[in-house]
């Protein structure tokens, strides 16, 4: 209505604009010449005054009547806190009924377990439960505090001083939970403005943290170092304001998506190159990879001192929990009062702490354990070399086995029906606990699903034959369809 209104009022302002443009219309009034354009000028300003203050709703001159009031209320429909719940997302993982080692219970029976990701074998481990008892009796539970807040125990300061020195940096930082870790380092680094170059198979914890950062996100192929070179010429090459900005490279040491080791070598030599920085994720290569377990650095043989950032989570090598943040001391420094998942929540439990200073003492005296594990790992990878439909798309020193389809579907859900059928037989019919990678609807991960077997350095011989007979029977008859 209004708009009607304003187009019949400009049509006659430019009718009188025309009258009053005509030479009798000219005046001049107290010294001023008045022409057509003017008058017309101050009666359209006058015409946006009266719309600009009329009430643009009129309320009814009979008020509702309570049944009126009453019917308007029921069809009122609000509109959902989430979308409709799928039968795939109604599925319930199995539950576990003791310690999650390498056998475990389920249902009341006992299973061997390739889904845990107890790399050391350290869950029941005698000395650390040991330390774990004696911080419970000294401790208690937990710390009721964040760090900054009376938070901030003994215990906590050996952790990151033990941390610190097994990796060869000037300090550490810990974290309340594993996964927040990453998540909260990134944005206290990371701000509008920035830019960020990442791979496209990060997992979810790292996506979430650059989505937090607020920064320019540009991703480059997964494990493709030749698509990491050229993105990061493209943003430099003739970009003298990208020389002004902070500039960032974030990468997994082992990705969690798909067990492939990132080429830490050639990624120090671009980072150098393009004078970006690099911010590492360790959850998966600490305690794995290098001839003591200290990651893709002692692997790789780079100076622990060109990577700017190296974060962890504890809850895999270490079977703890709680995360780190090794680097410099300005590095952690900075941490301590702009990193949120540090700032905010409550520190990490005493007993915890203990335990993961027990589980670096364990892993630093007994290097035989990385042994054990590269054993067991590559007496998988013989068991599965001819599984029918599935092919090994991991790193051979990866503790993850990642199986995926030889041929898809043609959808990621397929495919996942797939792999959850292999799975859910081969815990029915051989007592073998294994998981396909099920993604959340936040997860913007695009790699292929598969099979993710976590390799223990506490798995015997006889575990690994049977989840390799196993799964090569269960794979023959479900796939052969398919194939």
Not at 127 to 143: A, F, Q
Not at 157 to 175: N, V, W
Not at 462 to 474: E, F, G, N, T, Y
């Amino acid at each position: 209505m209004a708009s009607a209104v304003m187009n019949m009022t400009t049509a006659a302002l430019d009718w009188v604009s025309v009258a009053f443009d005509a030479p009798l219309a000219r005046a001049v009034v107290f010294g001023v010449h008045i022409d057509g354009h003017l008058v017309v000028e101050v009666l359209l300003v006058a015409v946006i005054l009266f719309q600009l203050t009329r009430k643009s709703y009129k309320p009814p001159k009979k008020p509702l009547t309570e049944k009126e009031i009453d019917d308007l209320c029921e069809e009122w429909v609000p509109e959902p806190l989430h979308p409709s719940i799928s039968e795939d997302m109604k599925a319930e993982p199995p539950t576990l009924e003791s310690a999650a080692g390498p056998h475990t219970i389920i249902d009341g029976k006992e299973v061997v377990n390739f889904a845990s990701a107890n790399y050391l074998g350290l869950i029941g481990n005698e000395k650390i439960i040991d330390s774990c008892v004696s911080s419970l009796e000294k401790y208690g539970v937990g710390s009721c505090g964040p760090r900054g807040f009376y938070g901030t125990i003994d215990v906590h300061l050996d952790c990151e001083e033990r941390i610190a020195k097994f990796m060869g940096t000037p300090d550490s930082i810990l974290y309340s939970y594993g996964i927040s870790t990453i998540f909260s380092v990134i944005p206290a680094f990371c701000k509008k403005g920035d830019i960020i170059v990442a791979d496209e198979g990060v997992h979810w914890g790292v996506q979430n943290g650059l989505h937090l950062s607020r920064s320019t996100v540009v991703y480059f192929k997964h494990n493709d170092m030749k698509s990491l070179e050229n993105t990061l010429e493209k943003l430099t090459r003739g970009n003298k304001q990208a020389e002004k900005i902070r500039r960032y490279i974030v990468v997994e040491a082992v990705y969690q998506n798909s067990g492939q080791i990132a080429p830490l070598d050639e990624i120090v030599q671009l980072k150098e190159k393009y004078h970006f920085r690099v911010i590492l994720d360790e959850s998966h290569s600490f305690g794995v990879l290098g001839n003591s377990g200290r990651g893709l650095a002692e692997y790789y043989g780079v100076p622990v001192e060109k990577i700017d950032i190296i974060t962890a989570g504890m809850g895999n090598a270490l079977a703890t929990d709680g995360g780190f943040c090794t680097g410099s001391v300005r590095v952690v420094d900075h941490q301590r009062l702009s990193s949120s998942g540090y700032v905010f929540s409550a520190s990490l439990p005493p007993f915890l702490a203990s335990a993961a200073v027990s589980a670096v003492n364990y892993l630093e005296g007994n290097p035989s354990v990385l042994t054990s594990l590269r054993s067991n790992i590559a007496l998988l990878w013989k068991g599965l070399s001819d599984v029918p439909g599935l092919t090994i798309g991991s790193h051979p020193l990866s503790a993850i086995v990642f199986l995926k389809l030889k041929k898809s579907t043609g959808s990621s859900k397929g495919d996942l029906e797939l792999l959850n059928n292999i799975a859910d037989r081969m815990l029915k019919e051989d007592s073998v606990f294994i998981v396909s990678t099920k993604r959340s609807v936040l997860d913007k991960c695009r790699l292929p699903v598969g099979i993710r077997l976590f390799v223990s350095a506490g798995h015997s011989e006889s575990d690994i034959r049977k989840v390799s007979d196993s799964l090569r029977r269960v794979a023959t008859t479900t796939l052969a369809e398919h194939l």
